[in-house]
């Protein structure tokens, strides 16, 4: 069976896109589209924007959304038996799966993204990825951090996990996490502290634009982050989707899922070989592929 993934942010770069504006005319409507949805021309940034313009949130959440869903509609044999996506990912899944439409999808990226920098300014935060540590070490180690917010945060492979919080709460955990055997602790370049209990603002205000937005059962399952089942019941997405933003995305289960439900190939779809890569350390034996 063949599984398609879907990047989240940190897999942007400069021109992103550029070759399905120029080479496509369905390809250059879309992005057309999506200037006029969000009132700037966001294609300006990616084409051509710096490597600072196109780290802001409220630019790289969208843009990656847009390479990714522009690219799934403009592979003609794009038929995927399973879908996921890390993060940010998720809802280029649902939209390339028919869960949501093109345009609801663009709107609720947008709002995350714009929630996610607000709820990242009234609360400065931070991320780091932990190296060759296990889960559970890092786990207890986070909730041993008793006067700060800290938690494991993004569990992408075996021996790779990011750890979410204050700036202080990240600061005392890398030191015991290294302490414990960690082999590196590195901070990420990242506006805030995503999937952690910070993002409680952010979350409330996408729950809002999620709720008021019509989903429909998607074609295939969709594995999500929060609790790496597949679903294709609309409710369940929807709480999934709000639950995201604050909980922890595991991507390693979810692909261990897939695989067990019988998932032999992965193509990413969308910028960047990231998820190809976290795919391998999951499982050596299974096939990658991009787009």
Same mark, same amino acid.
């Given at each position: 069976?063949? %599984?398609?993934?879907?990047?989240?942010?940190? &897999?942007?770069? $400069?021109?992103?896109?550029?070759?399905?504006?120029?080479? &496509?005319? !369905? %390809?250059?409507?879309?992005?057309?589209?999506? +200037?006029?949805?969000?009132?700037?021309?966001? *294609?300006?940034?990616?084409? @051509?924007? #710096?490597?600072?313009?196109?780290?802001?949130?409220?630019?790289?959440?969208?843009?990656?959304?847009?390479?990714?869903?522009?690219?799934?509609?403009? *592979?003609?044999?794009?038929? /995927?038996?399973?879908?996921?996506?890390? !993060?940010?990912?998720?809802? &280029?899944?649902?939209?390339?799966?028919?869960?949501?439409?093109? @345009?609801?999808?663009?709107?609720?990226?947008?709002?995350?993204?714009?929630?996610?920098?607000?709820?990242?300014?009234?609360?400065?935060? *931070?991320?780091?990825?932990?190296?060759?540590?296990?889960?559970?070490?890092?786990?207890?180690?986070?909730?041993?951090?008793?006067?700060?917010?800290?938690?494991? %945060? +993004?569990? =992408?492979? /075996?021996?790779?996990?990011?750890? !979410?919080? &204050? =700036? @202080?709460?990240?600061?005392?955990?890398?030191?015991?996490?290294?302490?414990?055997?960690?082999?590196?602790?590195?901070?990420?370049?990242?506006?805030?502290?995503?999937?952690?209990?910070?993002?409680?603002?952010? $979350?409330?205000?996408?729950?809002?634009?999620?709720?008021?937005?019509?989903? #429909?059962?998607?074609?295939? /399952?969709?594995?999500? =982050?929060? +609790?790496?089942? /597949?679903? #294709?019941?609309? @409710?369940?997405?929807?709480?999934?989707?709000?639950?995201?933003?604050?909980?922890?995305?595991?991507?390693?289960?979810?692909?261990? +899922?897939?695989?067990?439900?019988?998932? #032999?190939?992965?193509?990413?779809?969308?910028?960047?070989?990231?998820?190809?890569?976290?795919?391998?350390?999951?499982?050596?034996?299974?096939?990658?592929?991009?787009?």
């Amino acid at each position: 069976m063949k %599984a398609y993934v879907f990047p989240g942010q940190g &897999s942007q770069f $400069r021109g992103m896109g550029k070759d399905l504006y120029d080479n &496509s005319a !369905s %390809a250059k409507a879309l992005f057309e589209q999506a +200037n006029d949805i969000l009132g700037f021309r966001i *294609t300006d940034i990616m084409f @051509e924007g #710096t490597d600072e313009e196109l780290k802001q949130t409220k630019v790289t959440q969208p843009a990656i959304f847009l390479h990714s869903v522009i690219l799934a509609k403009e *592979t003609a044999d794009f038929k /995927p038996e399973m879908v996921a996506g890390h !993060s940010l990912g998720e809802f &280029s899944a649902l939209v390339s799966a028919g869960a949501l439409s093109f @345009e609801d999808g663009l709107r609720l990226v947008s709002a995350r993204a714009l929630a996610m920098q607000k709820a990242c300014e009234a609360n400065p935060s *931070t991320m780091a990825a932990v190296l060759n540590l296990a889960d559970n070490v890092i786990e207890e180690i986070c909730a041993s951090v008793t006067d700060q917010v800290v938690v494991a %945060a +993004n569990y =992408n492979c /075996p021996g790779q996990v990011v750890i !979410s919080g &204050s =700036n @202080e709460g990240v600061a005392q955990a890398g030191e015991k996490l290294k302490a414990a055997g960690a082999k590196r602790v590195l901070p990420l370049p990242v506006g805030g502290a995503f999937h952690s209990p910070l993002m409680e603002p952010a $979350r409330e205000e996408l729950a809002a634009a999620i709720q008021a937005t019509t989903f #429909t059962s998607p074609a295939c /399952p969709i594995y999500q =982050n929060v +609790n790496a089942q /597949p679903s #294709t019941d609309v @409710e369940t997405i929807k709480a999934n989707l709000i639950a995201q933003l604050t909980g922890a995305v595991r991507w390693t289960q979810s692909v261990q +899922n897939m695989i067990a439900d019988g998932a #032999t190939s992965f193509v990413e779809c969308g910028p960047g070989k990231v998820l190809q890569g976290l795919v391998k350390k999951i499982n050596a034996e299974v096939e990658t592929a991009g787009v």
